[in-house]
């Protein structure tokens, strides 16, 4: 994010209830992207790495790490791809995911 946009967003984030809500309700999804980005980064691989080893193109693995509509079996392959496996917890509503990056952290 540009630093004219994060600015604004954080504004929003403040100010504007129906933003607040919209970009929380997407929380879930950037959980996801997170997770896949991650774990390519740690993988030290890169899209087109990840595309070689599920046999499509990288604009589709670009598409999966958006982490929006992702099937568990897509997951599955993704995972295997970068040497990982899939975990899923289900958490009480009213826990949120804090402490969970929504964005990939460099290391």
Known sequence: MGKRLLDDHEKWMMTDPDYRREYE???PEFVVAGALVQARLEAGMTQEDVAAALGVKQPAVARIESGKN???RTLERYARAVGRK???TLI???QGSEGQPPFPQRT
Request: negative net charge.
């Open 92 to 94: 009480p509503a009213s």
């Open 25 to 27: 309700d997407l929380e």
């Open 70 to 72: 992702v099937s568990l």
């Open 86 to 88: 899939v975990a899923i």
